[in-house]
């Protein structure tokens, strides 16, 4: 890795003046790499720097385009500020700076250049400590290299040459002294030369995909009494286990965290050197058998791969490459195992070497297991190893912490016991702060310390360089005042009227066809990667300032959220609103953006119902949200409803609420409500679309009724 870190930090500064009297094939591989990044001829200045007029970034989401021509005008920009989530920061704006941002810059690149002169830590270590200051600071920063649009910032730009310089590395001088030819001459439409062709169509990179699958039966496949003590920690658990496995694969192919694409929701993307092609079979190998070892069938890594030659680079071209790596992502999930060969059977199917036996059964994931125990003294109910982690090693220190500490050691096999000896088996070890100190257990070669949100106070780890990383994570749990995530009976107790819950999915409408057309003819990598981290910034990270909003303040029990879509469970009470609350503030985001949107579904269910059929159940009724012609609309009361036309239930809810809870009766109030629905839905399908209805003012003569006799009920009670 040593000898690497230098390609990897000359293209993550994408510094060719630097290296160019130093050596000519690292300048001229900087050079060729920073090409292949942008997809298209640079512009005069190198970048916005050197600019005479520092600007500000365009939002991604105004270059989408699915039906009509890309907006030409009116964009929105985001502001010159270090990332943090704050809407002043994160929510892109019309108004654009007209005065020169100079010093707004040279804030900015002060900060970057405090982390570039710090030098004590390893070279791994203050490479990745020096790619998070890049995303903080140059996030916004437009890399100018396009000759018109300013949409592609700094560090997107730079972490991909990067990525590219890396793997191009292995050629020769002569090979890549040839290509910056054919590529240059390519972009700049000048004659070409023999052979210009071949070179152009020969790959040079390989896009990996890693996904794991079993990840919704995993988390929500548990008995319901102890769902609200695990279910959180379950997920987190996928988050560590998708990081521990992608730092595996990195350690493998000896690869920087630069190469690193996208990671988050269980899958993550890479670029790798052509070379890595013949080590990936053993890599995922040795993956399967670990996960085989710990988790049995249930999870399992697909890894899917395209090699990209350097005219898929170029813009337009690279959502085809893109296409065919979720292909052959696809092909691996058919085909899970094969990559064991030969022991493939008795690794399998030697899984359940002691079943039958009722006191080895974990009542919590039903696993048959050797090291099941009670979970109380004298208690009836036992849990196994993994799931008493999942509830006292995650789930009970998450909620009050927001840090983590990541620790990385050489891989060593481990017993199948709890959740913290099956990442270290892959080389990770966790550990949460004490004091604000972190302490591994055993001596590690270096350290990352995850913030789930913006952070002042860093933890320290002593004896180990460490990299300090900003993971947004929407970490919530309701808490009771006794310091103890509160039970799903408990919390159901806080909603109105009905102590029920309601169960919320919600997703991106149609984002994989966003991905692979909205770009068009400016798709390029640095292009699709600044529109998942934009993405991923809204639910990893914006979500959470939702819900700590007053009104859901200790409310929302956050299951999961992260890429596109999200799941959370609160009193039944307060999801439509919160659910009407983040398609708003998605729709201001994506910059009212007529082809973002977002579907969702709520469920009700007790507080003793099973988990993995609520999760069902929700994710049904968004399918039928997702039905309604253009979709952008919410499944609620087995209904799927248009936003707009949602409205118009939610301006009541209150009086909804405060009736139900009044009259103690919500069976007459959901009973008026269903009506009101299929009112609704006949009036609709008379003239095709929705009209004003009887349905409405019916419902709001019968709810005026309904609060008269709350009323009076609540005086005869004042009087008696
Ligand atoms: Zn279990």
């Known amino acids: 890795m040593e000898k690497r870190i230098p390609i990897a930090l000359a293209g993550l500064l ?12 690292f300048s001229e591989l900087i050079a060729l790499a920073s090409k292949l990044s942008a997809g298209e001829q640079a512009s005069q200045t190198k970048n916005a720097l ?3 007029s520092p600007q500000q970034m365009i939002s991604i989401f105004d270059r989408i385009s699915m039906n009509e021509e890309p907006r030409q005008n009116n964009f929105h920009y985001l502001p010159l500020a270090p990332l943090a989530l704050d809407k002043s920061i994160i929510f892109a704006k019309v108004a654009e700076f007209k005065k020169p941002q100079t010093a707004t810059y040279e804030s900015l690149l002060e900060e970057l250049g405090n982390t570039i002169i710090q030098t004590k830590d390893d070279d791994v270590t203050y490479l990745e400590n020096l790619l998070v200051a890049m995303q903080r600071t140059t996030w916004c920063i437009p890399a100018a290299y396009s000759h018109s649009q300013l949409d592609v910032s700094l560090y997107d730009h730079n972490r991909m040459t990067s990525a590219l310089a890396m ?12 290509l910056l030819g054919a590529v240059t001459r390519n972009y700049q439409n000048t004659p070409k030369e023999n052979g210009d062709d071949a070179l152009l169509k020969k790959p040079v990179a390989l896009l990996v995909g890693g996904d794991i699958s079993g990840v919704q039966d995993f988390i929500y496949t548990i008995s319901s009494k102890q769902a609200a003590k695990t279910l959180r920690g379950r997920s987190f658990y996928l988050q560590l286990l998708t990081e521990a496995v992608l730092r595996y694969v990195l350690r493998e192919l000896d690869l920087p965290v630069t190469n690193v694409i996208y990671s988050g929701g269980g899958h993550f993307y890479l670029l790798a050197p052509l070379s890595a092609k013949e080590n990936l079979d053993k890599i995922q190998s040795e993956i399967s058998k670990k996960l085989l070892k710990h988790h049995g069938i249930g999870l399992y890594l697909a890894v899917g791969q ?14 085809d490459y893109w296409k065919q790596m979720h292909a052959d992502l696809n092909r691996a999930k058919r085909q899970r195992y094969t990559e064991l ?28 297991s050797k090291d099941t125990e009670p979970i109380k003294t004298g208690s009836d109910d036992r849990h196994c190893g993994l799931c ?8 009970k220190d998450l909620p009050k912490s927001q840090f983590v500490g990541l620790g990385f050691a050489t891989p060593k096999e481990t017993e199948r016991k709890s959740a913290f000896d099956a990442l270290r088996s892959f080389g990770m070890l966790v550990k949460w702060p004490e004091k604000n100190k972190i302490q591994f257990d055993e001596s590690v070669e270096r350290a990352v310390v995850w913030s789930l949100d913006d952070a002042e106070n860093w933890p320290s780890v002593k004896g180990t360089s460490t990299a300090y990383v900003t993971r947004y994570t929407v970490n919530l749990i309701p808490m009771n005042s006794s310091g103890y995530p509160k039970t799903f009976d408990e919390l159901q107790g806080k909603a109105h009227g009905m102590k029920r819950l309601g169960v919320l999915r919600m997703d991106v409408d149609d984002l994989g066809n966003i991905f692979s057309k909205g770009l068009g003819k400016e798709a390029t990598l640095a292009r699709l990667s600044a529109l998942s981290f934009q993405m991923s910034l809204f639910f990893e990270g914006w979500l959470k300032r939702i819900c700590e909003q007053a009104e859901y303040k200790n409310l929302i029990y956050a299951v999961y959220a992260g890429g596109d879509d999200l799941f959370v ?7 439509p609103g919160l659910a009407q609350e983040i398609s708003d503030s998605f729709a201001e985001y994506t910059n009212y953006h007529p082809d973002f949107h977002i579907s969702g579904g709520m469920a009700f269910i007790g507080g003793k119902y099973p988990v993995y059929q609520a999760a069902d159940d929700a994710e049904g009724i968004l399918d039928m949200a997702k039905d309604l012609s253009g979709k952008n609309a919410f499944g609620f009361l087995e209904q799927p409803w248009k936003w707009d036309d949602f409205i118009q239930i939610s301006y009541g809810f209150e009086l909804i609420c405060s009736i139900v809870d009044e009259l103690d009766g919500p069976k007459a109030i959901m009973q008026l409500l269903r009506e009101l629905t299929v009112e609704k839905a006949n009036c609709q399908r008379k003239d095709g679309r929705l009209k004003y209805g009887p349905w409405m003012w019916q419902g709001t003569y019968r709810i005026y009724r309904m609060e008269k006799r709350a009323k009076r009920k609540h005086q005869d009670e004042l009087a008696g």
């Open 388 to 395: 008493k982690s999942f509830a006292e090693n995650i789930g």
């Open 306 to 319: 395209a090699e990209v030659s350097a005219w898929g680079f170029q813009k337009g071209n690279f959502p």
């Open 341 to 368: 060969k030969g022991d493939m059977h008795s690794k399998v199917f030697a899984l359940n070497e002691h079943g039958g036996n009722q006191d080895a059964t974990c009542s919590i994931c039903g696993r048959e």
């Open 50 to 52: 050197e600019n005479q």
């Open 167 to 178: 793997c191009l590395a292995e050629k020769t001088a002569e090979e890549i002294g040839k």
């Open 14 to 25: 994408n510094n060719v003046r630097e290296v160019a009297e130093q050596d000519e094939k």
């Open 569 to 575: 469970i609160g009193p039944w009470d307060k999801i």
